[in-house]
């Protein structure tokens, strides 16, 4: 299933290059940068704009930065596996227009109504995007080999659409939940709109000339004149037999 069984070099070195930094950047945390929200997403307040490019690679705990790490390094692999040609702008269109998406959400408590400033880390955003342009890439494009992989997408992180919701709405939290849904939303948004906009970039599916009949000419088809030329014998004229005609074996059957 790898393009041309050949894997791509950026399809293994950009998401290391990933990893390394959301792990550096996690380094940095626990020795006391970024703290008080520098470097996260503050929805609307000037001083959450530069979180746009850092939060990312910016992480709450351990378990938070390594549930990142593995859709990160898998989803990655595949946008520059398959998607060569359009891997590079997906990925930062989509890194830079999620975390604008989310600066300019209002952080509003769905349960309350009320206001409520928090402070937006993790490449999750990016994990949503990059899982919503695999899935809908394959599909607007309808290549068999890209719908495998949005299959496979579907398949391993389809649970993936129920973070775009409050989890509010599913438990009774006494606190609110610590899980950006304005992040996963606005990834898997974007997502799907690189996914329409690049749709007619890179691989698609294949038409074949049998499939426009009223635009089939026999000449034209140089596989079929190429066989022709080199099997003359396939095309000669089966040796004519007389039709068998009763009468003219009348003496023959009276004989016997």
């Not at 692999?77 to 300019?104: H, K």
């Not at 080999?145 to 709405?169: A, D, K, R």
Request: glycine share 8%; aromatic share 16%; proline share 5%.
């Amino acid at each position: 299933m790898l393009k041309n069984n050949v894997i791509s070099r950026k399809a293994i070195v950009n998401p290391l290059l990933m990893l390394a930094a959301m792990w550096s950047g996690y380094f940095l945390q626990q020795h006391g940068f970024f703290g008080s929200c520098f470097g996260a997403i503050i929805p609307l307040l000037p001083e959450g704009l530069l979180g746009i490019i850092t939060s990312p690679l910016l992480h709450g705990n351990i378990d938070h930065i390594v549930g990142n790490s593995i859709p990160i390094a898998v989803l990655m692999f595949l946008l520059y596996q398959f998607y060569p040609l359009v891997a590079n702008r997906v990925f930062v269109i989509g890194w830079l227009a999620t975390g604008l998406l989310v600066w300019l959400l209002p952080p509003i408590d769905i349960m309350t109504g009320n206001y409520l400033y928090t402070c937006t880390i993790g490449a999750s955003g990016v994990v949503y995007v990059l899982a919503f342009f695999l899935f809908f890439s394959g599909i607007f494009k309808w290549n068999m080999t890209l719908l495998t992989i949005s299959l496979l997408v579907v398949l391993y992180y389809g649970s993936l659409v129920w973070g775009m919701l409050p989890e509010e709405l599913f438990s009774h939290l006494e606190e609110p939940s610590k899980i950006s849904w304005q992040a996963h939303l606005a990834g898997g948004i974007v997502g799907v709109i690189l996914a329409f906009v690049f749709k007619k970039v890179g691989d698609r599916k294949k038409r074949y000339i049998w499939e426009f009949p009223n635009y089939y000419s026999e000449k034209d088809d140089k596989l079929w004149q190429e066989y022709k030329e080199n099997h003359p014998d396939d095309f000669l004229e089966l040796p004519y037999k007389k039709k068998d005609d009763i009468w003219d074996r009348l003496d023959e059957l009276r004989g016997k």
